[in-house]
Every structure is written in C-alpha cells, then in structure tokens.
C-alpha cells in the first residue's frame, strides 16, 4: 500500500526558513492533488495550503499566505512545501496528503496521507 513521507521539518527560529518535503514510499506514476496540513499542540488538523495536477496553487490559510508555497516536481515525484517568515504559531505536525495517486497504468490509491513531520518554531 503506497503512502506518502514527510522530510525536512525540525526546529527553527522564529523569522527562520524550512521547505519540508513529500514523497511516495514505493514506486509511483503520478500524484493528483496535493495538500498540506498542519496539526499544532491542542488543536485540530487544518489546511494549510492545496494545489492541483499542474501545480496551480488552489489554497493558501489566510495565516500562511505570503509565506508559505507549495509545489511539486512531477519529475521525480515530489511535493514541496517552502516556508519563510516563520513564526511561533506556526509550530505543528505537518502532514501532506494526495486525493489520488497513480500506482501503475490504470491503477489508482485514493485519499493517501503520510506521517507528518514535526516543526518547530522557537528561539
């Protein structure tokens, strides 16, 4: 069953920037969408940010925009997310999800999640 890894998180200070990665555990064709989520201390999961097939961005939280950018490199298979400015209350398990990825031709796992990668924000 593919599932997805997050990489590339740790602590930072604030003002700090990080750019966590997403990749699929086993051979893949394709993603199709791709989010990032965040969960921090006590609080429940939320969107951060969406984009589509074609790397088009489809959502930004109002908390992230400006700093944060997702992206994907379908060449190898990778999405990313760039974080700058980062502040206090940006401190989560981050998690990237896919609503559809292409395992072989023709054969498709739908709504994968990875394991998160812990940020942390602080000086």
């Known amino acids: 069953q593919v599932q997805l890894v997050e990489s590339g998180g740790g602590l930072v200070q604030p003002g700090g920037t990080l750019r966590l990665s997403c990749a699929a555990s086993?051979?893949?064709?394709?993603?199709?969408?791709m989010d990032w989520y965040r969960q921090g201390p006590g609080k429940e999961r939320e969107l951060v940010a969406a984009?589509?097939?074609?790397?088009?961005?489809?959502f930004y939280a109002d908390s992230v925009k400006g700093r944060f950018t997702a992206s994907r490199d379908d060449a190898k298979n990778v999405g990313y997310l760039q974080m700058n400015s980062l502040k206090a209350e940006d401190t989560a398990v981050y998690y990237c999800h896919s609503d559809r990825v292409m395992t072989t031709w023709s054969n498709y796992v739908y709504d994968v999640w990875g394991r998160g990668t812990q940020v942390t924000v602080s000086s």
């Open positions: 984009i589509d097939d074609l790397g088009r961005a489809k």
């Open positions: 086993g051979s893949i064709f394709s993603f199709n969408n």
